[in-house]
């Protein structure tokens, strides 16, 4: 502080006498006299509150003035927080608490600056404000009890189950505050690559990838996203089964090929064959005003490529109704010819789209006219 001693010169009497003034004491600015975090300090906790101590009591200015916290890396405002604020207390007082209303980042840099006349002493001078980026600095730490969570990257793992053209994919993830429309699994084969993400899944999924090629290698990788970063499972490589031989589709697309031609051939064998066709067909005829003779019960959809006991069924209930006629049985292989006797079928049904394609609509159809007869 400055003391100022005024000397008053003055007459009484003719006599010359000086007179000592009492002490003016003109209040100097208000400074600063720690910060804490310390300036340049490192370690800093992400939820602790930065405080400032004057060396003299000051206030707040009313309101438009604000100390605004920054990160060092690019200048970017984390928040900046009027004087008059809530986040800004212990004004009239030497001590000025900061409470961001978020907690800061881990490792992350940060500096302060304050609004010149942001804060004024009882004599109404201003403090002069920071305006830089070095004189309060700091480093938070690399962990903090409310956000140590966070730096536990997710760990998903990956099962696969492979049945026929069908991965049954198993997928659970660890890890702290995973973001569940970040989790999901990609497959790739030959450079074509999907990815089935989730909207909002759980901490573990079961998933079906239907209808992959025959005779194909996929690679498959989960993945799980946080605040973090994102983590991805080891990959699981898996092979489909080989394309099944045709011969037992190249019999029905023969046999096709053989109603087709069979009027052009006048051999005693191919005369043996017409007349047995027309016995079948017969049958088929008469199948189809009593129905179906037993009922099958699907687990899947099927389409090319799909094989099995549900496939024999199907085609076996076609063979009934009178859509086509394997010349040696069902065959239990989903091929082209099984395709267009579905087509048929659902044109007759009204199923659409009618693409000879065996899923839930046409499975709901079946049932019930099924249940009908």
């Given at each position: 502080?400055?003391?100022?001693?005024?000397?008053?010169?003055?007459?009484?009497?003719?006599?010359?006498?000086?007179?000592?003034?009492?002490?003016?004491?003109?209040?100097?600015?208000?400074?600063?006299?720690?910060?804490?975090?310390?300036?340049?300090?490192?370690?800093?906790?992400?939820?602790?509150?930065?405080?400032?101590?004057?060396?003299?009591?000051?206030?707040?200015?009313?309101?438009?003035?604000?100390?605004?916290?920054?990160?060092?890396?690019?200048?970017?405002?984390?928040?900046?927080?009027?004087?008059?604020?809530?986040?800004?207390?212990?004004?009239?007082?030497?001590?000025?608490?900061?409470?961001?209303?978020?907690?800061?980042?881990?490792?992350?840099?940060?500096?302060?600056?304050?609004?010149?006349?942001?804060?004024?002493?009882?004599?109404?001078?201003?403090?002069?404000?920071?305006?830089?980026t070095t004189t309060w600095n700091?480093?938070?730490?690399?962990?903090?009890?409310?956000?140590?969570?966070?730096?536990?990257?997710?760990?998903?793992?990956?099962?696969?189950?492979?049945?026929?053209?069908?991965?049954?994919?198993?997928?659970?993830?660890?890890?702290?505050?995973?973001?569940?429309?970040?989790?999901?699994?990609?497959?790739?084969?030959?450079?074509?690559?999907?990815?089935?993400?989730?909207?909002?899944?759980?901490?573990?999924?079961?998933?079906?990838?239907?209808?992959?090629?025959?005779?194909?290698?996929?690679?498959?990788v989960a993945y799980a996203k946080?605040?973090?970063?994102?983590?991805?499972?080891?990959?699981?490589?898996v092979s489909t089964e080989a394309?099944?031989?045709?011969?037992?589709?190249?019999?029905?697309?023969?046999?096709?090929?053989?109603?087709?031609?069979?009027?052009?051939?006048?051999?005693?064998?191919?005369?043996?064959?017409?007349?047995?066709?027309?016995?079948?067909?017969?049958?088929?005829?008469?199948?189809?005003?009593?129905?179906?003779?037993?009922?099958?019960?699907?687990?899947?959809?099927?389409?090319?490529?799909?094989?099995?006991?549900?496939?024999?069924?199907?085609?076996?209930?076609?063979?009934?109704?009178?859509?086509?006629?394997?010349?040696?049985?069902?065959?239990?292989?989903?091929?082209?010819?099984?395709?267009?006797?579905?087509?048929?079928?659902?044109?007759?049904?009204?199923?659409?789209?009618?693409?000879?394609?065996?899923?839930?609509?046409?499975?709901?159809?079946?049932?019930?006219?099924?249940?009908?007869?």
């Open positions: 502080m400055k003391i100022i001693k005024k000397f008053l010169l003055g007459t009484v009497i003719g006599v010359s006498m000086l007179f000592i003034a009492p002490n003016v004491i003109l209040a100097a600015n208000p400074a600063v006299s720690t910060f804490s975090p310390v300036d340049g300090g490192d370690g800093f906790g992400t939820n602790a509150n930065l405080v400032i101590t004057f060396d003299q009591s000051v206030t707040a200015t009313t309101t438009g003035k604000y100390i605004t916290i920054k990160n060092s890396s690019d200048d970017s405002t984390f928040e900046a927080m009027d004087v008059a604020s809530s986040t800004i207390s212990g004004s009239g007082s030497a001590i000025i608490t900061i409470n961001p209303t978020s907690d800061l980042s881990h490792s992350i840099s940060y500096y302060v600056q304050i609004d010149a006349n942001a804060f004024y002493n009882s004599g109404n001078e201003y403090f002069a404000g920071i305006n830089d700091f480093t938070t730490s690399s962990g903090g009890s409310r956000n140590k969570r966070l730096e536990t990257p997710p760990s998903p793992t990956l099962n696969i189950v492979l049945g026929g053209n069908t991965a049954t994919t198993y997928v659970t993830y660890s890890g702290n505050d995973v973001m569940t429309d970040k989790v999901g699994f990609t497959y790739e084969n030959d450079g074509d690559k999907e990815d089935v993400s989730f909207g909002n899944a759980p901490s573990n999924f079961r998933y079906l990838v239907r209808n992959l090629s025959c005779g194909a290698d996929y690679t498959f946080n605040s973090v970063d994102t983590s991805y499972s080891d990959e699981i490589e394309c099944p031989e045709s011969a037992d589709e190249s019999t029905d697309e023969a046999s096709a090929e053989e109603e087709t031609d069979s009027t052009e051939k006048t051999s005693n064998e191919q005369q043996i064959a017409d007349l047995l066709a027309q016995v079948q067909i017969l049958q088929n005829q008469l199948s189809q005003l009593s129905g179906p003779t037993s009922s099958c019960t699907f687990t899947g959809d099927m389409t090319i490529g799909s094989t099995g006991t549900e496939v024999t069924c199907l085609q076996k209930y076609l063979q009934g109704m009178g859509y086509f006629t394997f010349a040696n049985g069902a065959t239990g292989y989903f091929g082209l010819v099984t395709q267009q006797a579905v087509a048929k079928w659902q044109t007759a049904s009204d199923v659409n789209p009618a693409s000879g394609y065996f899923g839930p609509i046409s499975q709901a159809k079946y049932v019930e006219l099924v249940s009908s007869n």
